[in-house]
T-cell receptor
Framework: GAGVSQSPSNKVTEKGKDVELRCDPI?????LYWYRQRLGQGLEFLIY????????KSGLPSDRFSAERTGESVSTLTIQRTQQEDSAVYLC????????????FGSGTRLTVV | GDSVTQMEGPVTLSEEAFLTINCTYT??????LFWYVQYPGEGLQLLLK?????DKGSNKGFEATYRKETTSFHLEKGSVQVSDSAVYFC??????????FGQGTRLTINP
């Protein structure tokens, strides 16, 4: 596609439920990233994929968070047993492999845990 | 580890004023440097970038120069407009590795 597509754009879930967030990167972009942006704060790195492997998952906050990627395409971020502190905008970005490449961000999924 | 520090906001200016948002970084070597902008209600967009020392990135009247001597990448604009009101993020990366962001600076331009 022309840009990075994320779905759903908004998700309200009850505390304790599991949620899945989806990211479709730009076609041909081998690198894919997930970030979290809490209200009024900066962006926190969660996980980085190169192809379907994840060389850096150092930002995942707990074992309730997991992510996978199919080939060089779609990625899903799963949050199990959601907590209120998980409420945030989850941003996905993709980039071409290489030095100095800019990243293209999706519009994000706004997750609200009630 | 690598880190990015931005001047604290919020910053409020009048239209046509000169803008500087300071950004310094801590890293081993010379990463690529970026400024991203987040307009109200919109997603994060790349504003400009520089990949090596002394490079100047520019876009939409904004400029930033990669200064290795001072490990800085300050964002400047000569005459701001109301439409420039947004949150600005400075960031660094190594190749295809993750972006490391500063905390963001909220800019408000009054008519």
């Amino acid at each position: 596609g022309a840009g990075v597509s994320q779905s759903p754009s908004n998700k309200v879930t009850e505390k304790g439920k599991d949620v899945e967030l989806r990211c479709d990167p730009i076609s041909g972009h081998t690198a894919l990233y997930w970030y979290r942006q809490r209200l009024g704060q900066g962006l926190e790195f969660l996980i980085y994929f190169q192809g379907n492997s994840a060389p850096d998952k150092s930002g995942l906050p707990s074992d309730r968070f997991s992510a996978e990627r199919t080939g060089e395409s779609v990625s899903t971020l799963t949050i199990q047993r959601t907590q209120q502190e998980d409420s945030a905008v989850y941003l996905c970005a993709s980039s071409l492999r290489g030095q100095g490449s800019g990243y293209t961000f999706g519009s994000g999924t706004r997750l609200t845990v009630v | 580890g690598d880190s990015v520090t931005q001047m604290e906001g919020p910053v409020t200016l009048s239209e046509e004023a000169f803008l500087t948002i300071n950004c310094t970084y801590t890293a081993t070597g010379y990463p690529s440097l970026f400024w991203y902008v987040q307009y109200p209600g919109e997603g994060l967009q790349l504003l400009l970038k520089a990949t090596k020392a002394d490079d100047k990135g520019s876009n939409k009247g904004f400029e930033a120069t990669y200064r290795k001597e001072t490990t800085s990448f300050h964002l400047e604009k000569g005459s701001v407009q109301v439409s420039d009101s947004a949150v600005y993020f400075c960031a660094l990366s190594w190749g295809a590795q993750k972006l490391v962001f500063g905390q963001g600076t909220r800019l408000t331009i009054n008519p």
